[in-house]
């Protein structure tokens, strides 16, 4: 029998879960020691009076399963909104079960929804797993453009450097 999915928007009662699965894609992705986020941290970024981000829970026969954490943009040359996926992630044994690509769908359904331009964005190059599932989607690789990060140190040392008078 098929797995029974659901998709649902996380609530406050949440933020325990929304940090085991962001802790469990830090695993995934080699990355386990950059994850620094707290529960408090999350709950008022994702709860608090100026919600950062959105999430969508993902189960698998009423169990959690994966989730993804979502953002707008805006787009200059359209002149739109555009949804910004930070992270998807579902559990290894749940991959397979359609879950990656119902939370994929309702991430687009959202979009159209909000009237936005475009729903994007950024995979691992080593992951070739998931660059092969976003194809599927019908995804495009942005090849052309590379990432930009200013954070940490840099980010202090940008934000006192003096103003032009």
Not at 33 to 62: N, S
Not at 124 to 148: C, H, K, S
Request: hydrophobic share 50%; glycine share 10%.
């Amino acid at each position: 029998m098929p797995a029974r999915i659901a998709i649902r928007p996380a609530v406050a009662a949440d933020v325990p879960l929304i940090l085991d699965l962001i802790r469990a894609l830090g695993e995934y992705e080699w990355l386990a020691h950059e994850v620094v986020a707290t529960e408090a941290g999350l709950h008022a970024q994702l709860f608090g009076k100026k919600p950062a981000a959105e999430v969508l829970i993902g189960e698998v026969d009423g169990q959690p399963a994966g989730f993804a954490l979502f953002f707008h943009n805006f787009s200059t040359f359209l002149g739109q909104p555009g949804l910004y996926l930070e992270d998807l992630f579902v559990r290894p044994e749940h991959r397979g079960s359609g879950l990656g690509k119902a939370l994929m769908a309702e991430l687009a359904r959202i979009a159209i929804e909000r009237d936005c331009g475009r729903f994007e964005w950024s995979v691992l190059d080593w992951n070739q797993p998931a660059i092969d599932f976003y194809r599927t989607l019908g995804a495009v690789g942005m090849d052309e453009w590379t990432v930009q990060r200013v954070s940490g140190a840099a980010l202090r040392k940008l934000a006192t450097t003096a103003q032009p008078e």
